[in-house]
């Protein structure tokens, strides 16, 4: 079975800096891989996925991930972070199972932005 | 284009009663999938439903059921609640169960169950 860690509970930026999500999964065979951000009392929003080919991925909001197969690593980065930017974020890894596709969610990543 | 609206948004319940949250997913999109999210936690797959039928289940126990509705919309059932129920339950609904489908969230409904 497929399992996502995200190493840092909390983790606090000053609005300018660079950002680091860090995200370790556990699969067996080439996995999906997706980063969602929850803002308080909102759903998940799908900020990028990686499927397959370029292994550096371009979302919304500025953010980017990269996949490194040999750290089974799918770390979230931000050159420069906004107030808004506060939020959960989520990693997941999805798998086939059955015929449908379900996706595993990490505990997730509490941003905290400093002015 | 209307997003994933979930109902109630808030419901406050005591253990052993059942509730009935629902659920209206995304114009156009077949596929329901229901999480819970306890309270500084990741969300857990409960059940997926395609097309009407049970498509994929998490662990979760019998006592927790759904229904998809010919317009997909869909219905999550809990019978008997207990004390760690409680929790904000998302649906997500998707063009299809394929891996290349986005999920797309409601806001949810918070339960607590006392």
């Given amino acids: 079975a497929q399992s ?13 800096a660079s950002l680091e999500l860090r995200c370790n999964y556990s699969y067996g065979a080439t996995p999906y891989l997706f980063w969602y951000v929850q803002s308080p009392g909102q759903g998940l929003q ?5 499927f397959s080919g370029d ?28 107030w808004s930017d506060a939020a959960e974020y989520f990693c997941a890894v999805g798998a086939k199972g059955g015929g449908s596709y379900i996706p595993t969610f990490g505990r997730g990543t509490s941003l905290i932005v400093h002015p | 284009e209307t997003g994933v609206t979930q109902s109630p948004t808030h419901l406050i319940k005591t253990r052993g009663q059942q509730v ?20 500084g936690q990741g ?5 997926q439903y395609y097309r009407e039928e049970e498509n994929g289940r998490g662990n979760f126990p019998p006592r ?18 207990e004390l760690d129920d409680s929790a904000l339950y998302l649906c ?19 339960l607590t169950v006392t």
């Fill in chain 2, 20 to 39: 009935t949250l629902r659920c209206s997913s995304q114009s156009g999109h077949n596929t329901v999938s229901w999480y819970q999210q306890a309270l």
């Fill in chain 1, 46 to 50: 799908l900020l990028l996925k990686y």
């Fill in chain 2, 43 to 47: 969300p857990q797959f409960i059940f």
């Fill in chain 2, 92 to 110: 997500a609904s998707s063009l299809g169960r394929e891996y290349n489908s986005p999920l797309h969230f409601g806001n949810g409904t918070r």
């Fill in chain 2, 64 to 81: 927790f059921s759904g229904l998809q509705f010919p317009n997909y919309s869909s219905e999550l059932n809990v019978n008997a609640l």
């Fill in chain 1, 55 to 82: 292994t550096l991925v371009q979302g919304i909001k500025g953010f980017e991930a990269e996949f490194k197969r040999s750290q089974s690593s799918f770390n979230l980065r931000k050159p420069s972070v906004h």
């Fill in chain 1, 4 to 16: 996502v860690t995200q190493p840092d509970i909390h983790i606090t930026v000053s609005e300018g």
